[in-house]
């Protein structure tokens, strides 16, 4: 099983939609986790972080679940310029190295 | 600040040929990485510094050299360039990990967009 999972997709959705992610995690000792976003061809950017108490940022929701081991970001009222991959990032306890999940696209249609 | 900095922007080596990747970043951080990316593969780490004076290979480090030159500054070299190293480089780099509290964030460069003919 990998260390960080995320379902490929595409998600392909019509403007003012909400969408939902799910990125799973294997390793225990997880101490942190991020969200990022990068468009095609350009760097990944940092979209937000994850607490374990949730955390939103206008449209954006990123929720911790612990026991189940998994991340999650809720994109309400969907924008074409929200068209993306999402990519999620777990760190582990004393580890200098982040572990990057491999993305989910996401395709937001007029 | 400018924040991490990559220099080339592109390059087209001939297989057999070297070049250095150039990588600075103004944030005073302690870590920095280099990965690179191919579609469909995600971003593969090469090799970090976790800190001045120190370099680790990553998950794909065969073929490549890193050089921590200063705090700002770590350069990714390929001293025999093959196709199989065409790909999108990127740089980046964090501030130090602290046991037990605030694991931070990382922050990239723009890439370097090498191909190997």
Request: positive net charge; charged residues 20%; proline residues 5%.
């Amino acid at each position: 099983r990998k260390e960080v999972e995320q379902d490929p997709g595409p998600f392909n959705v019509p403007e003012g939609a909400t969408v939902a992610f799910n990125c799973t995690y294997s390793n225990s000792a997880s101490q942190s986790f991020f969200w990022y976003r990068q468009d095609c061809r350009k760097e990944p950017k940092l979209l937000m972080s994850v607490y374990s108490s949730g955390n939103e940022d206008g449209r954006f929701t990123a929720q911790l679940n612990r026991a189940s081991q998994y991340i999650s970001l809720l994109i309400r009222d969907s924008k074409l310029s929200d068209s993306a991959t999402y990519l999620c990032v777990v760190n582990r306890r004393g580890s200098y190295i982040p572990t990057f999940g491999r993305g989910t696209s996401l395709i937001v249609h007029p | 600040n400018a924040g991490v900095t990559q220099t080339p922007k592109f390059q087209v080596l001939k297989t057999g040929q070297s070049m250095t990747l150039q990588c600075a970043q103004d944030m005073n951080h302690n870590s920095m990485y280099w990965y690179r990316q191919d579609p469909g593969m995600g971003l593969r780490l090469i090799y970090y510094s976790a800190s001045e004076g120190t370099t680790d290979k990553g998950e794909v480090p065969n073929g490549y050299n890193v050089s921590r030159l200063n705090k700002r500054e770590f350069s990714l070299r390929l001293e025999s360039a093959a196709p199989s190293q065409t790909s999108v480089y990127f740089c980046a780099s964090r501030a130090t990990v602290l046991a037990g509290t605030r694991v931070y964030e990382q922050y990239f460069g723009p890439g370097t967009r090498l191909t190997v003919t």
